[in-house]
């Protein structure tokens, strides 16, 4: 099929692949932009860590916690532009928005409640007449536990909620540091547990393909991949990584050492 130069530079800005490698990729995925980043990886092509965020659509993204710091929410109000997501009364308008949300459990609930008058997805469909760019909810996400923190990124581009098993005595310096963590390294679950099977089986697939490139015997395989799964997991499940600010520790032990609690859950949003 015809693959366009700009589907190709595409997969090479969102790989770091070279040109030609990327072009062969989409022909041997017939177009498929997801199954060509499958098949430069089983090739041992070099893949960027994180596609989410290319493309990101502009707006605040915003996490607040309640009093009693049991439950917390993330709330994307999301803009066209960099230029209006930085105006002063877009900004309130956001947090007026992350407050209100902290009372309901679903998106849904969320935008059929009052705010000034109306509901708060007609106040966004207001907003959207008034600034002349689409303003719309995009993440809304709760969490819930003994203890939870939260961490904005700079800019207000990434924030995220960490829950703890309890309110130790620096229960809030703990949180925020695990949260922070989140936000930089962007695991894609709490721990080996709660990674989708269907994850961990694209992950060995690959793994076996790039063993047998390096002409590995097909005897080997599942035991070296058994190794390569544990890194997989140790680089992309929270609790194992390693902490950010002591590569010594994991995010685990990093907790333990804090006091008698666990990190029991955690959600992050970003804009894109």
């Known amino acids: 099929m015809k693959i366009t130069a700009s589907e190709v530079n595409k997969l090479r800005q969102a790989t770091g692949a070279g040109m030609m490698d990327c072009k062969k990729a989409l022909v041997e995925a017939e177009g498929d932009f997801d199954k060509a980043v499958e098949n430069l990886r089983k090739k ?84 959207t007449g008034v600034i002349g760019e689409k303003i719309e909810i995009g993440s809304f996400k709760t969490l819930k536990a003994p203890f939870v923190g939260s961490y904005i990124h700079a800019g207000n581009k990434i924030a995220t909620l960490v829950g703890l098993s309890a309110a130790i005595d620096n229960a809030e310096e703990v949180a925020k540091n695990v949260a922070m963590q989140a936000a930089a390294m962007n695991p894609i679950a709490l721990n080996e547990e709660q990674v989708d099977a269907s994850v961990v089986e694209k992950e ?58 666990t990190v029991t859950g955690f959600e992050r949003a970003a804009l894109g």
């Open 44 to 127: 041992g092509q070099k893949v960027a860590a994180n596609r989410a965020d290319r493309d990101s659509s502009e707006g605040a993204v915003l996490a607040k916690v309640n009093g009693d710091q049991t439950a917390g929410v993330i709330v994307s109000v999301n803009c066209e532009t960099d230029f209006v997501a930085k105006n002063d009364s877009y900004l309130k308008l956001a947090n007026d928005l992350v407050d209100l949300a902290l009372g309901f459990d679903s998106k849904e609930a969320f935008l059929a409640s009052s705010y000034q008058g109306m509901t708060v997805a007609e106040k966004l469909t207001e907003q």
């Open 204 to 261: 060995i697939e690959i793994a076996k393909e790039q063993l047998r490139q390096e002409g590995k015997p097909e005897a080997m395989l599942d035991n070296i991949v058994k190794g390569k799964i544990q890194r997989f997991y140790k680089d992309n499940t929270l609790v194992n990584q390693d902490f950010i600010k002591d590569s010594k520790l994991s995010v685990a032990a990093y907790v333990k050492s804090a006091g008698d609690a």
